[in-house]
């Protein structure tokens, strides 16, 4: 048994489904989450109800976040087909810009032509207007951030190689689209992308044994694919969870059950897992879930934080008893992992410590001056 | 009553049908309708029955096309789904390669990123491998020619950016598409395009009174997408017709009437009665009906070729009784034009005179050694 201590993590992609789906998550439960699997600060989706679409919207959520959090929370605006880009006036408040051109939760598609093209360009816009300073930015803007699977890929690497925006591709899952952004890296595109833990961890022979609960957009891709997502380990900028609960019962009991599985609290145990087995290194690891979501979204620092991992001997069969999501289960329950978080450590102060929060609820900080913007 | 001289025009867009339609129209009907529109060489389109998607069916098809045609003739190679790129062996016979990413006439749709991706890549690897030479070439390769309307634009935009393949756009219709080919003109993307006839001159307040005689793809588009088509006339470098005959019964009888229709004869009148209200200088007819597809698809020179056209002093409707395509109507039939095409010389021998042909079937060329390809 041995002990690593790791900065800090972030999730660039969690769903804490406040306002609207407070039944599935909210500001305190997902940040608690979050602590209990090493992350201090969260990136959270503006897919809620209602979408994070305005400067009004931006700015309530905020509040919420700010009332409720117990780790740092920065949070993305959202492109609406009928409120376009709305949002813009706020664009410095949030993380960065996130577009759904591919089929998820919500309502946030957009699918012409017109209406995307309005976005990179505004977006551009707004970006010479207040300067792109993307290393622990105090202003400026930060990437536009897609859901743009199969051919929505090339898409969006068009629109932000015209416009000169920088883009981020959340959770590839297939080999036709992490191939094609390392093309695009190869020609200078200022392109980065991230991959979840469920798609590095499960595929298509996982989905028939766990039903909806291995259902997620974009869904498990196959064997092949999983491979060529290993193989490209070094196009992979960030490992994000795309934490997206839904309880049980929705899973359970719906027609169309909600996509989407919860996932902060076993990233690191899968990692550190991939660690034992040495198919990552630590190093690896402190890269894609510390350094670049801070580089890729100008986060700022969070001095004297850092996380105490157990790195047992033997393998623990993952445990829902142990969960701190409001929704309390996960696709990877039964799966023999190595880590645990003993610690967890955020500006000075143990906010975690085995098993049990610390930190008082809206201790933690809502990045980018979301919360009380400037005048 | 004035007469102009102008070059042999090209028509770099065209479905003469055969094999597989010719009850529609086929390589002597198609070219003879060719001529009596002004036009000296014709650039025919893969989706045939079978398509041309293999180096065999390639030939096959020059072979017919050598024994009937009065005009000269390119043929474009076309992708499909089941056989990928099994055409590349015969790329440099082909005037380019023709890709379908929207909905169309025909099979040859390709709607997955990874086979997309294929097709660019290896283009590109054969235009390495045999040379560049557009202007006029003897061999090397033609551009990648796309359908790709509203979101596959950009698709397309960004694969041929990556792969340095030139791209050429058929058949724009909005507003959005050749605003986004605009940007990427302006930033140096090898990108051309081409605008028919029938989207500039028809508008969806034209679709209702034509019915299935207007219904092709891409649909007739909004007032708003034909002005912005007109003011971006600096972008456009072709136009073409996207002739493709269907018979009046098929458009009549048929719950779903195949969309296309037939343009060849009706593109130079068009383009003389804006000559003739000053929305377009002969210059801007000549470089989009001659010297731009010469050089977008490297096609060579044709002596001695011209055509001459009277321009009316009065308009006179448009009458379906003297066209030449098989199928013998248009959608712009009484609509009152100025441009009726006297006579047309091709290497120096009068091929076309009066409504009449005088050039013998077999007397055009094939392009590029399709029929005959070197070893």
Redesign the interface.
């Known amino acids: 048994m041995t002990t690593l201590r790791l900065p800090g993590l972030v999730d660039a992609h969690v769903h804490l489904r406040e306002p609207g789906y407070e039944h599935k998550e909210d500001f305190y439960t997902g940040t608690v989450a979050a602590l209990a699997g090493g992350v201090t600060t969260v990136l959270d989706m503006p897919n809620t109800q209602p979408p994070t679409a305005t400067p009004a919207l931006l700015r309530e959520k905020a509040r919420l976040a700010a009332a409720k959090a117990v780790c740092d929370v920065g949070l993305f605006v959202g492109a609406t087909n009928d409120r376009a880009d709305a949002y813009l006036p706020a664009a410095q408040h949030a993380c960065g810009l996130k577009i759904y051109?591919s089929d998820t939760f919500g309502s946030l598609r957009i699918?012409?032509?017109?209406l995307?093209?309005r976005l990179f360009r505004t977006w551009a816009g707004k970006a010479d207007a207040v300067g792109y300073r993307m290393d622990g930015r105090e202003q400026g803007l930060g990437p536009i951030a897609v859901h743009a699977e199969?051919?929505?890929?090339?898409?969006?690497?068009?629109?932000s190689?015209?416009?000169d925006v920088p883009l981020h591709v959340v959770h590839v899952s297939?080999?036709?689209?992490i191939?094609?952004i390392r093309?695009?890296k190869e020609?200078g595109y200022r392109v980065t992308c991230e991959v979840t833990p469920h798609h590095l961890f499960l595929t298509t022979e996982d989905a028939a044994r766990l039903g909806p609960l291995g259902d997620m957009r974009p869904r498990l891709a196959t064997p092949d694919d999983q491979a060529a997502l290993w193989e490209n380990l070094d196009v992979i900028d960030l490992f994000a969870t795309d934490h997206a609960p839904h309880t049980l019962a929705e899973k359970a009991a719906l027609e169309t059950p909600p996509p989407g599985v919860p996932g902060l609290e076993t990233m690191l145990p899968l990692l550190i897992t991939a660690m034992v087995e040495g198919r990552l290194t630590e190093d690896d690891i402190v890269a894609r879930c510390a350094h670049n979501p801070r580089r890729v979204y100008g986060l700022p620092a969070q001095p004297d934080t850092w996380v105490d991992v157990v790195v047992e001997d033997q393998p623990v069969p993952w445990s829902n008893e142990r969960m701190k999501t409001r929704v309390g289960w996960s696709p990877f329950a039964g799966m023999p992992l190595h880590g645990r978080v003993e610690r967890v450590t955020l500006r000075g102060e143990v906010v975690y410590e085995d098993g049990r929060v610390l930190a008082a609820p809206g201790s933690g900080r809502v990045l980018f001056g979301a919360a009380n913007p400037a005048a």
């Not at 699918?111 to 017109?114: A, E, N, P, T, V």
């Not at 199969?150 to 629109?159: D, H, K, S, Y």
């Not at 297939?174 to 689209?177: D, L, Q, V, Y």
């Open positions: 051109v699918d012409s032509l017109d995307l093209h199969e051919l929505m890929l090339p898409v969006c690497l068009n629109l190689h015209l416009y297939r080999r036709s689209e191939e094609l093309t695009a020609r």
